[in-house]
């Protein structure tokens, strides 16, 4: 079964870019990270997913549930967590997550407990004494604590140290394995590449590319490194070059025998061909192609 699914979506905001016609389809059981820059849509799309803006056109489902005619029925078995978490002045922690519970009508505090010592936050301090980065903790305790069917996290992890963000991803994966679907927007790409099974990139409210990690990482390039060299080949296919002492590295998408041929005439101490990271494939995509899916 898909967990979320849309045709077309389409959210306008009148002269302001929303999302356009986006196709999306994650599965039940995925991790799923969702990429682009702040203002390409991320935010929108979710918003719109879960009910708090109606869409403009085309359609979603989420576990085959309309969108419109079905919000209740979705959001009770969501755990949403927005990018910036607000919450009622003067509460303790300890109060803020017993009433979301309540509002779920469930009792979540053995679950909470267990989140808030892994994540180490401290339920006796009100809310308005907590850092940014406390704050997000616990928003992230009020999506995770009922154990939902699906997580929908936008940028979960901004404001969390390094070390609460492993944790953080750690509990998420957890989950996975139990059966949950997770679906996370993020500009942290090493956060994606590491952690999710498939991603989507988006640019300006369009769907650019959707498909495994790995596969996304297809662009017919090469990261290349030379090593007693400064300078690269004079080659057509070559871009984003990085020169060091004495090595220089670039992005090859020519053809592997014209390259081989170039080196075998250099003098060189080392060569490194490797498939280009994360963030370089999301430049590939985010600033170079023009179409769309």
Do not use: W
């Not at 869409?55 to 489902?61: D, I, L, Y």
């Not at 498909?211 to 871009?239: F, M, N, S, W, Y």
């Not at 041929?261 to 600033?287: C, I, N, Q, R």
């Amino acid at each position: 079964m898909e967990a979320i699914e849309t045709k077309r979506l389409t959210k306008n905001y009148g002269r302001r870019r929303g999302i356009t016609e986006l196709n999306l389809c994650v599965k039940e059981g995925d991790f799923y990270g969702f990429i682009g820059p702040n203002g390409a849509g991320k935010s929108t799309t979710i918003r719109t997913l879960l009910g708090f803006l109606s869409p403009s056109g085309g359609q979603a489902q989420i576990f085959g549930m309309d969108i419109v005619k079905e919000k209740t029925q979705i959001l009770s078995g969501i755990g949403y967590l927005p990018s910036e978490t607000m919450f009622y002045g003067g509460l303790k922690v300890r109060d803020i997550l017993r009433f979301s519970a309540d509002l779920r009508k469930q009792d979540c505090r053995k679950e909470a407990a267990l989140l808030c010592e892994r994540l180490e936050l401290d339920v006796s301090r009100k809310i308005d004494e907590l850092s940014f980065g406390n704050r997000k903790k616990v928003g992230i305790v009020c999506a995770l604590q009922h154990k939902p069917r699906l997580y929908v996290l936008d940028e979960p992890t901004s404001g969390l140290d390094p070390l609460m963000q492993r944790e953080f991803y750690t509990i998420l994966k957890e989950r996975n394995q139990e059966g949950a679907t997770v679906f996370l927007s993020s500009h942290v790409l090493s956060e994606v590449q590491r952690y999710c099974s498939h991603a989507a990139i988006i640019r300006e409210g369009r769907l650019l590319a959707a498909d495994r990690v790995e596969r996304l990482g297809h662009t017919g390039a090469k990261r290349v490194t030379l090593c007693g060299v400064t300078k690269p080949p004079a080659l057509d296919g070559i871009k984003d070059i990085k020169e060091g002492s004495g090595t220089v590295s670039f992005l090859y998408s020519g053809t592997p025998g014209r390259l081989l041929k170039a080196l075998s005439e250099m003098e060189l101490t080392d060569v490194t061909v490797a498939e280009p990271d994360m963030e370089e494939v999301f430049m590939h995509y985010y600033g170079e192609r023009r179409d769309v899916l």
